[in-house]
């Protein structure tokens, strides 16, 4: 009884949406910023000599290490998302590689994360931008994939 006085008090319309959340909540440019920190901490892992024993050293590598770790981290975060909440399954159609291209790029992160491979770490940045370019091309829009370095 009460909520037919609620409903009747509130009537709801009908509405639907493309994306799991509201238009512009998405943007794979947060993917990209975390995925930059992972190769810069990667670059900085492999320019370090720790054979000098110090402990400053060891301490700065394991801190590049925490950085990387999270940054590759956060990279999947995001693009997951982009990939469960934003594209559709008509979005297969303009994109055929679309799940085989965010599959690699997760495994890419992991990889990133558990390794210390400048290789790797070049190609999440190679895959960021392919996804960069079908998510603004999934929009109708052609946005230039700016790196911060």
């Given at each position: 009884?009460?909520?037919?006085?609620?409903?009747?008090?509130f009537p709801a319309t009908e509405v639907s949406a493309h994306c799991d959340g509201?238009?512009?909540?998405?943007?794979?440019?947060?993917?990209r910023v975390h995925a930059e920190a992972v190769l810069?901490?990667?670059?900085?892992?492999?320019?370090?000599?720790p054979a000098d024993g110090s402990h400053a050293t060891?301490?700065?590598?394991?801190?590049?290490?925490?950085?990387?770790?999270?940054?590759?981290?956060?990279?999947?975060?995001?693009?997951?998302v982009l990939w469960t909440d934003f594209f559709k399954p008509q979005h297969l159609e303009q994109f055929p590689d679309l799940h085989d291209t965010f599959w690699q790029a997760a495994k890419l992160c992991s990889a990133c994360k558990t390794g210390v491979s400048l290789e790797?770490?070049?190609?999440?940045?190679?895959?960021?931008?392919?996804i960069h370019n079908m998510f603004w091309a999934a929009?109708?829009?052609d946005v230039a994939f700016v790196k911060a370095s």
């Amino acid at each position: 009884m009460i909520k037919q006085l609620i409903e009747n008090m509130f009537p709801a319309t009908e509405v639907s949406a493309h994306c799991d959340g509201p238009c512009g909540v998405y943007d794979p440019a947060q993917a990209r910023v975390h995925a930059e920190a992972v190769l810069s901490m990667t670059k900085k892992i492999l320019a370090l000599d720790p054979a000098d024993g110090s402990h400053a050293t060891a301490n700065t590598l394991s801190r590049y290490i925490a950085i990387k770790e999270e940054e590759a981290h956060s990279t999947k975060t995001h693009l997951l998302v982009l990939w469960t909440d934003f594209f559709k399954p008509q979005h297969l159609e303009q994109f055929p590689d679309l799940h085989d291209t965010f599959w690699q790029a997760a495994k890419l992160c992991s990889a990133c994360k558990t390794g210390v491979s400048l290789e790797n770490a070049e190609a999440l940045m190679a895959t960021v931008e392919k996804i960069h370019n079908m998510f603004w091309a999934a929009k109708g829009r052609d946005v230039a994939f700016v790196k911060a370095s």
